[in-house]
């Protein structure tokens, strides 16, 4: 739509209201919920769908400030990209005011029954109320990791950071709202041992909304700084073998996906730099911008030394603050303040990194002796399906992810039942190791996970577990026919995000 306006305007009021098909809005009937008592709605901008609940200009380079007054039936509760309330008040009118300009894709709003919890002074969790107990626990780390990442990187400079736990249908594992991060219940495992996730959102509190990508062509600005904060923070809180594992999970998808797009002849979307014009921004949510990203930075990390880099990153957060950057600003940035000014040497193949296809040469290596570990374990499985010789009371989940990722492609139905009496895959409560499993669950059509496999499917709408597990059933004629069975019922349960990239596989 276009609005034409003249030298003199200074304002313009706008008259709408969305209609129920706003792609952004997810509204949930009790059912659908945890508690299942009340209904629920919550936004999902990013990309490009805040146009369909505000209209504004719906680019990541343009910013601003705003106030808002929401009503909700009384006795509910409302949240925004905003200064929140922590209970519910008996009118159920709330008024937010965000004083620090923030693109279009960061607006966000949730309106619900659910509760407050405070972690430390300045973090806090909103969930529903029988997952409030659980929830507190689970994050019990973010006071420390918000500390941490101030440590790193400067100030955190949006006030409060607090985290709501959604309902399972919730399209993503985390979004960055400012103030109020989305969060999947899907990290929730009893074991705190998903809490990189929280770490990663955090981190987009200096990665993305205080210095955010011009364009969607430059998102590995967002998520390639996001993810090697992340790792960051993870390594000061639980180690450095710890951040080794993530590294290699990083590392693996990241060469499956280069594989795949290579093969596909997609070779120009493994470039840091992307080119989407006429595509849809969420082709561009791939591991490259992530983990081809988070590589490019490591790489530049281990060049300079983590002391140079660290102060190199902090200025230019600082520089930056609450403005958007482009890659080719970047690099002019990183060629004056990382190399100039501290008398060295730019390093060669910067050009190749962000605008290459496929792996540089100088990738980084990972070494994490906990998955060599895992590694032996798997040799010992295929040899004589046994790791009595390993200690996997001790594995943490991200040793199971790696391990169940790595078993064999052809294994044997007799196979996965003994991994299943042993190991109890098929019914773990952790749903990345329901993830991983449930693919192998699909290819081999394993009968005995059918019903636990539907019902993740039906129950969770987070896109990063679906789409793998409705592609490995799709590979095959029984599977197909079970898998559009499955998502006939489950579709209702998805968040546009996630149904839209279903219908594409799937119909
Ligand atoms: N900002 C992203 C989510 C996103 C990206 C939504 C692009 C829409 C378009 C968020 O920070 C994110 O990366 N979430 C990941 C978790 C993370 C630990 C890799 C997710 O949801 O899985
Ligand atoms: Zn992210």
């Not at 530049?300 to 403005?323: P, T």
């Not at 005995?448 to 793998?468: H, V």
Request: hydrophobic share 35%.
């Amino acid at each position: 739509m276009e609005i034409p306006v003249s030298i003199n305007d200074e304002k313009i009021i706008i008259k709408y209201s969305t209609s129920t098909g706003a792609e952004a809005l997810q509204w949930l009937s009790p059912e659908q919920t945890a508690d299942k008592q009340e209904p629920f709605l919550f936004t999902q901008s990013q990309a490009i769908l805040a146009r369909s609940w505000i209209p504004l200009q719906d680019s990541p380079g343009i910013r601003f400030t705003y106030t808002a007054e929401v009503t909700v039936p009384k006795g509910y509760l409302a949240l925004m990209s905003a200064e929140n309330p922590q209970k519910s008040n008996g009118t159920g009118v709330y008024h937010f005011k965000m004083d620090q300009p923030i693109p279009s894709y960061l607006m966000s709003l949730v309106a619900g029954k659910f509760d407050f919890t405070p972690i430390g002074n300045r973090t806090g969790v909103y969930a529903e109320s029988s997952m409030i107990e659980k929830s507190k626990y689970e994050f019990q780390e973010m006071e420390d990791m918000l500390e941490i990442a101030e440590g790193i990187y400067g100030k955190y400079q949006w006030d409060r950071y607090d985290l709501i736990v959604l309902p399972p249908s919730f399209p993503f594992g985390g979004m960055e709202n400012p103030r109020i991060t989305f969060a999947t219940p899907t990290i929730i495992t009893g074991d705190r041992s998903l809490t990189s996730l929280v770490a990663h959102e955090l981190a987009h509190s200096w990665s993305g909304n205080l210095v955010t990508n011009a364009t969607w062509n430059d998102f590995w600005l967002n998520e390639g700084f996001t993810v090697y904060f992340e790792h960051r923070i993870m390594e000061a809180l639980k180690g450095s073998d710890y951040a080794e594992m993530l590294s290699s999970l990083s590392l693996q998808g990241l060469q499956e996906e280069v594989e795949s797009f290579m093969n596909e002849g997609k070779a120009d979307d493994t470039k840091l730099k992307l080119n989407l014009e006429g595509r849809n921004p969420d082709d561009g949510v791939t591991t490259i911008a992530y983990d081809k990203g988070y590589f490019f930075l490591k790489y530049l990390e281990q060049n300079v030394g983590k002391e140079i880099f660290d102060s190199f990153l902090k200025e230019y957060f600082k520089e930056y603050a609450f403005k958007s950057n482009n890659t080719e600003a970047f690099l002019i940035y990183l060629d004056e303040h990382l190399f100039k000014n501290n008398g060295l040497k730019p390093v060669g193949d910067i050009n190749e990194w962000v605008y290459g296809t496929g792996l540089p040469k100088s990738l980084p290596q990972v070494n994490s002796a906990r998955f060599i570990n895992v590694d032996n374990a798997l040799n010992s499985w295929r040899e004589d399906e046994s790791l009595d010789a390993f200690h996997t009371e001790l594995w943490s989940t991200h040793e199971w992810i790696h391990f169940i990722k790595n078993l064999p492609q052809d294994l044997s139905e007799e196979s996965m039942i003994r991994l299943d009496e042993l190991y109890g895959f098929t019914n773990s409560g952790n749903a990345e190791i329901l993830g991983v499993w449930f693919v192998h669950c699909a290819r081999h059509l394993y009968q005995p996970s059918f019903r636990a496999m539907t019902n993740f499917l039906t129950e969770t709408g987070r896109r990063k577990f679906l789409m793998p597990i409705y592609t490995e059933l799709s590979k095959s004629e029984e599977g197909k026919f079970l898998a559009l069975k499955i998502y006939g019922h489950a579709r209702p349960n998805y968040h546009f995000v996630a149904s839209n990239s279903l219908d594409e596989l799937l119909f």
